[in-house]
């Protein structure tokens, strides 16, 4: 994902230093070539060797640095014109007065003078540190510079006070690094609008009637959308899963709520993917308490719920491009072709649940993209490589 991406990362003396080993490996992971600066505390937390393992790239901590070895002549010049974002986390309150105030007096801050890449910076100190009115003024100072500020997390903090000032998670970090330079953003200026997850409808207070639907794809496709640049709002039936970042999440619970939220969101949207497992049939009437068991059967009433991809189908607005989802078990290509014409999409994403590799709950799958002209399969992928595929393949259909 960050294949060709040349990252930097300035580590400063704060004890949450040692986070940042995890955020190296995993940019590393992801492809990224990543260079580690350090300042001279920072070294005392954690050893460079660390970062040199991890990274398989030269650490740097003076600027003054004489190695006959290392083909950069100049290193703070071409590590900071070099890079496609640097990250500096944790950023400590001397750090951020410096940056600032345009000190450059070590390795880190020489570094990013020159650099004309986004930089991120994550302050992270004691609460009371951060909410210094000389901290904050050089915060504000920076982001008006447009430095972007990684908001402190909120907790137990290492010198035994509890408040804001925590360095976020790697996962958010390396998130963060991932939308900003992940992919080109040719969706900018695009508003899409991405349901997922399964609808829970109630036959009593206990009980509720689903689906299997972990709501991964869904995720997947809004994840990608904003990584891609586009204002990507979710509506989401209940799941288990991380709000992806960059993204405007609207939790609902039953198919009537999803489908007052999608036609809510509908006409000020380009794009609309509906990936969600909603409910076709609800209970008639929902009990007002738990219904008890007995010897006989059950019988429940169902009704039809409102259909929100022929709804939307119905309204489409010129310009505006539906993708349906199709999962089927038999009759794949002849069933979703029926429902790409029934509801009026522009494209149906297809998937038959008897393939291996395919459907709930897991981290693959295998599309086929119904269009009017054409059958695509696609191989088996991961559903954030299905993500992407299907964002192109919009955006080449909407050209």
């Known amino acids: ?121 994550a302050p992270s100190m004691n609460v009371y540190m951060l909410e210094n009115p000389v901290v904050q003024k050089n915060i504000e100072k920076l982001r008006a510079l447009g430095y972007n500020i990684i908001e402190p997390a909120t907790g137990y903090l290492a010198c035994g006070y509890e408040g804001k000032g925590k360095l976020p998670s790697p996962e958010l970090l390396v998130e963060t690094v991932s939308l900003a330079v992940s992919h080109e953003k040719d969706m900018e200026g695009l508003k899409v609008l991405v349901n997922a997850g399964p609808t829970q409808e109630s036959l009593d207070p206990v009980r509720i009637i689903t689906n299997h639907s972990s709501g991964k794809m869904g995720y997947a496709i809004a994840r990608q959308a904003a990584r891609r640049g586009a204002d990507v709002t979710l509506v989401s039936g209940p799941v288990n899963l991380a709000v992806p970042l960059g993204v405007n999440v609207v939790n609902v619970v039953s198919a009537a709520d999803m489908y007052e939220e999608m036609t809510k969101y509908a006409a000020e949207s380009d794009i609309m993917i509906m990936s969600a497992a909603v409910a076709d049939y609800t209970p008639a009437v929902t009990a007002e308490n738990k219904i008890k068991k007995s010897d006989g059967g059950l019988n429940i009433e169902m009704v039809r719920t409102k259909d929100i991809l022929k709804t939307l189908g119905e309204a489409k607005k010129e310009g505006q491009f539906i993708c349906g989802f199709s999962m089927e078990t038999e009759n794949m290509i002849e069933n979703s072709r029926k429902k790409l014409d029934s509801k009026n999409a522009d494209m149906i994403c297809a998937n038959n649940l008897k393939v291996p590799g395919t459907g709930f709950k897991v981290d693959t799958n295998i599309i086929t993209l119904i269009t009017a002209d054409e059958v695509k399969e696609l191989p088996l992928m991961s559903k954030e490589e299905a993500a992407d595929e299907i964002l192109t393949k919009i955006i080449s259909l909407r050209q």
């Open 1 to 121: 994902m960050l294949k060709g991406k040349n990252i930097l990362l300035g580590i400063s003396g704060g004890i949450a230093a040692y986070k940042m080993a995890d955020v190296a490996s995993s940019l590393t992971k992801l492809g990224a070539d990543v260079h580690v600066v350090m300042t001279e505390n920072a070294t005392k937390l954690i050893t460079p060797e660390v970062f040199r393992v991890l990274t398989k790239n030269k650490v740097y901590t003076d600027v003054f640095d004489d190695d006959p070895d290392d083909e950069v002549m100049v290193p703070h010049i071409s590590l900071g014109t070099g890079a496609d974002l640097i990250l500096i986390a944790p950023a400590t309150a001397n750090v951020i007065g410096k940056l600032a105030n345009g000190i450059a007096d070590d390795m880190l801050t020489t570094t990013v003078l020159p650099a004309r890449c986004p930089i991120y910076i």
